[in-house]
């Protein structure tokens, strides 16, 4: 009996283990298949960002586009956005989160307005949609859900960084020679004072100011490591050669915010003192190896003081480049504003879709390129503008507590620290023609890949808060 006992309970463990062994492999399996899907999502959401920036040109510009001016990037953001709702209970909770409701707001507005546009204008809607594509990439937040909710958005930047390198690389030889070395560049000559000519780039760096500020915010929260001097150099002297005032305002911004934000979180402002020796060694080899390896490198230097310089009475006298902005861009969008509809603005307007007709269309259209807030208010109205300033005020609110209360100082972290930054600067280093970080073509820059990671954050702060209730 003893043995028949011994050998009933033999049986069973083999039993066991072959159960168990059948679980973990259907549990690799779909871990596998996870991870292909997240990777799927992350490599379209790279081919998307790779062909609207054209970065490279690896294949021919107009290999690119399918019919008129619609290119493969268009159809794969909407075939991005029409996959993430297919698969909308992956993410359900972050979709219904509260902290996405004013988000959601916005983008439903945008949805309105499409609507009410084509009416009022009288647009087949197919073709108006189509004509729109900038806007919709602000609808690129659900995607990002998805991939958040996968894991994936780590392989994503595994995807970005070598391109990042290379782009930011040619970036440099095509700003010091002012041959077009990327193809979608815009490259244009411009006189500073002293008789100063430069050549200025726009567009190609491919998101190297996000490894730039990266490096430097694992420097801060970790440690300091010598080799990644090598990355945050080669991601700075573009943005340095790219004689961009505000940018430089910018980025130097946001590293005094991450240092602070570092320093409250850890309620330690002595380790300010360590942060800002990182920050010296970093001023001084970027220095000198710009004095080293850039070629002409007197020359550059004083074309970058008189680029810093230039225009300091530009406020005084309203004139120069800030002045023509606050006066041309702000009071002609404003005017525009009152004589339309106040409510509702003039809507997805045929000049800015189509193109514009006249002359003073052609002044309005200009005016849209770069300002925010009077943007907004032409373009969406009052109402438009209030759902731009709500988003601000509240996102810059619940990202400070994100910080504060986060524990863990790696990618998400990071990218709510730019979160903060970016809302704070717009709203008041930038307010004169900035003040909001949404425009014309819905949300600027980043903002569809922060919110998606300050939704996640802030839910699972709440399912830890919550846990932590029920353990007492």
């Known amino acids: 009996m003893r043995f028949r006992k011994t050998q009933e309970l033999d049986t069973q463990k083999l039993r066991s283990d072959r159960a168990s062994i059948l679980y973990s492999e259907n549990f690799l399996k779909e871990e596998y298949i996870t991870s292909l899907k997240s990777r799927g999502v992350a490599l379209a959401i790279f081919l998307y960002y790779f062909i609207e920036s054209g970065t490279l040109g690896i294949l021919p510009e107009k290999l690119y586009f399918v019919y008129r001016n619609m290119r493969i990037s268009d159809f794969i953001l909407y075939a991005l956005v029409a996959y993430s709702l297919f698969c909308y209970r992956e993410y359900k909770e972050l979709f219904k989160s509260r902290s996405f409701l004013i988000a959601k707001l916005f983008l439903a507005y945008m949805v309105f307005e499409f609507s009410v546009s084509f009416l009022r204008y009288e647009f087949n809607p197919i073709e108006y949609f189509f004509r729109l594509k900038g806007l919709w990439s602000s609808f690129l937040i659900l995607p990002y859900m998805l991939l958040i909710k996968r894991s994936g958005l780590p392989f994503l930047i595994k995807l970005i960084f070598p391109v990042a390198v290379i782009s930011n690389f040619l970036y440099l030889l095509t700003a010091l020679t002012g041959i077009p070395f990327l193809p979608d560049v815009n490259i244009i000559r411009q006189q500073l004072p002293g008789d100063i000519e430069v050549y200025r780039v726009y567009g190609g760096t491919f998101y190297g100011e996000l490894f730039f500020l990266g490096f430097i915010y694992f420097w801060i929260t970790k440690r300091f490591r010598m080799w990644q001097m090598f990355f945050v150099v080669l991601f700075a002297f573009p943005h340095v050669l790219a004689m961009g005032r505000l940018a430089w305002l910018g980025f130097s911004f946001t590293i005094i915010v991450m240092i602070i934000l570092n320093s409250l979180r850890k309620r330690d402002f002595r380790i300010v003192f360590r942060q800002a020796l990182i920050i010296i060694i970093l001023s001084v080899s970027l220095v000198i190896s710009f004095l080293q390896f850039i070629p002409e490198s007197e020359f550059y230097v004083r074309a970058l003081n008189s680029r810093l310089f230039q225009g300091q009475d530009d406020v005084k006298y309203s004139e120069g480049t800030y002045g023509t902005r606050i006066i041309t861009q702000n009071s002609v969008l404003v005017s525009l504003w009152e004589k339309n509809d106040l409510f509702l603005g003039i809507g997805m307007h045929p000049m800015w879709v189509v193109g514009p007709d006249t002359k003073e269309e052609l002044l309005y ?62 709203s008041v280093v930038g307010f004169s023609y900035i003040l909001v970080s949404a425009g014309l073509w819905g949300l600027f820059g980043l903002l569809n890949i922060y919110l998606p990671v300050l939704v996640y954050l802030y839910e699972q702060n709440k399912s830890k808060s919550v846990n932590k209730i029920r353990l007492r």
């Open 365 to 426: 259209n200009s005016a849209f390129s770069d300002v925010g807030w009077p943007a907004v208010l032409a373009a969406y109205g009052m109402i438009g503008l209030a759902f731009s300033l709500l988003l601000q005020i509240y996102y810059i609110f619940i990202s400070f507590r994100i910080i504060r209360n986060s524990k863990d100082q790696g990618l998400y972290t990071f990218l709510i620290n730019l979160l903060f930054a970016k809302l704070v600067f717009d």
